[in-house]
Structure formats: C-alpha cells, structure tokens
C-alpha cells in the first residue's frame, strides 16, 4: 500500500488537535474565570468545554488513527493501545457530564437540563461512546467470541467510532456557539478577543476532525492482515 502523507496527516492532525486544547484552556481558564468544583457552578461548569475537547475530540480522534499510524506493531499491542486511549476519553467524557449537570443542578435557581440541541446530541453522543467501548471489548478483547462475529462487527464498529468523533464536534460547534450568545451577547459583533478565540476555536474542531476522518477513510492507509493477526484470533477463541 501506498502510505505516503500519512505521517505527516498525523502530525498536521496532532499539531491541529493540541492547538485547540490550549485555546479551549485559555477561554474557559481565563476568559471564563478558571475552574472550581461544586461549591462554586458557574466555575464547575468550565471543566465541561475542556473535559469534552480533550475527550471526545482530541483524544477519541487520536485514538481511532492507532491502528493507521502504527501500523507496523502488533496488533494485541494495538488492541490494548487503542482501548486504553478510548476507555480514557470516555471517562473523562462522563466528568464532563458530571461538570455541566453539577452546574446546572446546584444553580441558584437551578438551569434546566437538556433543553437543547447540542446537550441532545452531546449526550447522545456520550451515551454511543460508552457503549461503543463496551461493546467493542467484547467483540475483540474478551476471549472466546466467534471469529465470525468479530468479523460481522467490525465494519460497524468502525463506522461508529468516525460517526461519535464526528457527532462529538457537532455537539462542540453548538456548544461555543451557546455559550458565546450567552457570555459575549452584542460584543461577539465587535470582534472582541473572547470571540476570535471562540471563533478560532470552532475553525480548528472543523480542521482536526476533517484530516481525522479522511486518514481514517483513506483504503491505503488500513493496517494489512498478518500471520500473527490470525494466530491472535485462534488463541481468543481457544481461550
């Protein structure tokens, strides 16, 4: 296979990927006044943008190209690899959960929860998260599964894992969309400091999902079968 642009495609996505973590610490660490826990909601609610990008976007994102960038490792080492970096996003997800209902609840008067459109799909999201994890240590890392069940599951294993990354920036986009209507009101119209960065930031969950999704869609770039990849499969299943 021709691999060519995929290394650099993964450092472009890295660089992207990192950039729009620190500009995400920046707006909620300065802008929005840092983080506190739930003696003080409006502060909790802050971790929830960060948790969320380093989450479901950066992390889930990373994640999902193991088996691209290392393609030359062996493959129970990528399993492991791969599982660890998604099981860590989605925990970290549900923190982020638990920030912006805190927030919400211990309010005074108490916010509303999921009212809109980006808590729908943000939640949605989380919730196919966790059970795309689940799901997806059953079918190739608890041993004993059929192998014909592994190979029936893995197109929609794949297919849901680009579908989350990408629910997840939607979800993200309406998120700084919502929070800059409320937070900036008419001052987003003047270009302020707290908008660019919101603005910058939304142009760079576009940029790293985008080159995320087409090295994860480019055929040439899929890890190739090895001998050792079925002798793994053989033991799982004798096991």
């Given at each position: 296979h021709d691999v060519?642009?995929?290394r650099v495609g993964f450092f472009i996505s890295q660089a992207v990927g990192l950039t729009l973590v620190v500009l995400i610490s920046v707006w909620t660490g300065h802008y929005l006044g840092g983080?506190?826990?739930p003696s003080s909601p409006e502060k909790e609610f802050n971790w929830h943008p960060l948790l969320m990008t380093v989450s479901l976007i950066y992390l889930y994102g990373t994640g999902?190209?193991?088996y691209r960038v290392f393609r030359e490792e062996k493959k129970r080492t990528l399993k492991i690899a791969h599982a660890l970096v998604l099981g860590s996003a989605t925990i970290i997800a549900c923190l982020g959960l638990k920030a912006v209902f805190d927030s919400h609840s211990l309010k005074k008067p108490p916010t509303p929860h999921l009212y809109s459109l980006h808590s729908w799909i943000g939640l949605t999201t989380v919730a196919l998260a966790v059970a795309q994890w689940f799901l997806g240590f059953v079918a190739f890392l608890w041993p004993g599964l059929a192998s014909h069940l592994r190979t029936m599951y893995l197109p929609l294993h794949t297919i849901l894992g680009a579908s989350i990354l990408a629910l997840a920036s939607i979800a993200?986009?309406?998120g700084l969309t919502e929070k800059a209507i409320w937070s900036l009101g008419k001052k987003w119209e003047s270009s302020s400091p707290?908008?660019?960065l919101i603005n910058m930031s939304g142009v760079l969950i576009i940029v790293f999902t985008s080159?995320?999704?087409?090295l994860l869609s480019k055929q040439?770039?899929?890890r190739l079968n090895r001998s050792e990849d079925q002798?793994?499969?053989s033991e799982s299943v004798m096991d």
């Amino acid at each position: 296979h021709d691999v060519r642009g995929l290394r650099v495609g993964f450092f472009i996505s890295q660089a992207v990927g990192l950039t729009l973590v620190v500009l995400i610490s920046v707006w909620t660490g300065h802008y929005l006044g840092g983080f506190a826990g739930p003696s003080s909601p409006e502060k909790e609610f802050n971790w929830h943008p960060l948790l969320m990008t380093v989450s479901l976007i950066y992390l889930y994102g990373t994640g999902v190209l193991i088996y691209r960038v290392f393609r030359e490792e062996k493959k129970r080492t990528l399993k492991i690899a791969h599982a660890l970096v998604l099981g860590s996003a989605t925990i970290i997800a549900c923190l982020g959960l638990k920030a912006v209902f805190d927030s919400h609840s211990l309010k005074k008067p108490p916010t509303p929860h999921l009212y809109s459109l980006h808590s729908w799909i943000g939640l949605t999201t989380v919730a196919l998260a966790v059970a795309q994890w689940f799901l997806g240590f059953v079918a190739f890392l608890w041993p004993g599964l059929a192998s014909h069940l592994r190979t029936m599951y893995l197109p929609l294993h794949t297919i849901l894992g680009a579908s989350i990354l990408a629910l997840a920036s939607i979800a993200a986009l309406l998120g700084l969309t919502e929070k800059a209507i409320w937070s900036l009101g008419k001052k987003w119209e003047s270009s302020s400091p707290e908008g660019t960065l919101i603005n910058m930031s939304g142009v760079l969950i576009i940029v790293f999902t985008s080159s995320v999704l087409f090295l994860l869609s480019k055929q040439a770039y899929r890890r190739l079968n090895r001998s050792e990849d079925q002798m793994l499969l053989s033991e799982s299943v004798m096991d």
